[in-house]
T-cell receptor
C-alpha cells in the first residue's frame, strides 16, 4: 500500500493564482484531513471529511475549498493565492475516531506564494 | 473552546537526562488524546494514545483529568529522540493539534 500520497511536493505560486493540492489514500479510510504547518504555530486544521460527499470546516478554512467525491481522494483548492498561504500542507486519513483513530499522514506539500 | 496547548517551543536536554514534554487541553467531554512525532525528513506518525496506556520507545503519557494534562515523559533521553512532538485531541472526529515542541537531545 502507498498510504497517503500528496502532489505536488513543492510549488511556487504568484499572488492571485489558483491551484489544487491533490491527496489520495488507498487504505479505504473514511476520515480525511487537510492541515497546514507553520513554524511555531503547529498544525492547524483547514478542512476535514468524514466520508464521500461530506466535508466540514476546520480551524482555518478561509481561502480554501475542498471536495470529496470518492473515498480515496480529497483535493484542496486554493483560490486567489496570498502570501499568508505560504506553508507546508499535510493531508491525512484514518479509519475511525477515538481509540481507533490513528492518523496516517502524507509527506507534505511545500507551497510558496510570492 | 476546545484547544491543546504545548507551552514549550523548544526543549533541550542532554543524553541520559529525563524528559517531560508538557501538554494541556481544554475539553468539556471525555478526551481522547494522542502524541504524534515527526522525525527529521519523515512523516508525522503516531507515538502513543492515552487509551492504550502503552509505552512506545520508552515514552509514556498519563492523562490527568484534574489538571487537564497529558504530559509525555521518558526517564532517559536518547539522541534519536530528537524530533518535533505534537499533542493532539480528538474532538468528535476533528483532530486538533497543539503548537508542537521541538526536542533536542545533545550528546
Amino acid at each position: 500500500n502507498a498510504g497517503v500520497t500528496q502532489t505536488p511536493k513543492f510549488r511556487i505560486l504568484k499572488i492571485g493564482q489558483s491551484m489544487t493540492l491533490q491527496c489520495t489514500q488507498d487504505m479505504n479510510h473514511n476520515y480525511m484531513y487537510w492541515y497546514r504547518q507553520d513554524p511555531g504555530m503547529g498544525l492547524k486544521l483547514i478542512y476535514y471529511s468524514v466520508g464521500a460527499g461530506i466535508t466540514d470546516k476546520g480551524e482555518v478554512p478561509n481561502g480554501y475549498n475542498v471536495s470529496r467525491s470518492t473515498t480515496e481522494d480529497f483535493p484542496l483548492r486554493l483560490e486567489l493565492a496570498a502570501p499568508s498561504q505560504t506553508s507546508v500542507y499535510f493531508c491525512a486519513s484514518r479509519t475511525g475516531t477515538g481509540r481507533t483513530g490513528e492518523l496516517f499522514f502524507g509527506e507534505g506539500s511545500r507551497l510558496t506564494v510570492l | 473552546a476546545q484547544r491543546v496547548t504545548q507551552p514549550e517551543k523548544l526543549l533541550s536536554v542532554f543524553k541520559g537526562a529525563p524528559v517531560e514534554l508538557k501538554c494541556n487541553y481544554s475539553y468539556s467531554g471525555s478526551p481522547e488524546l494522542f502524541w504524534y512525532v515527526q522525525y527529521s525528513r519523515q512523516r508525522l506518525q503516531l507515538l502513543l494514545r492515552h487509551i492504550s496506556r502503552e509505552s512506545i520507545k520508552g515514552f509514556t503519557a498519563d492523562l490527568n483529568k484534574g489538571e487537564t494534562s497529558f504530559h509525555l515523559k521518558k526517564p532517559f533521553a536518547q539522541e534519536e529522540d530528537s524530533a518535533m512532538y505534537y499533542c493532539a485531541l480528538d474532538r468528535r472526529g476533528k483532530l486538533i493539534f497543539g503548537q508542537g515542541t521541538e526536542l533536542s537531545v545533545k550528546p
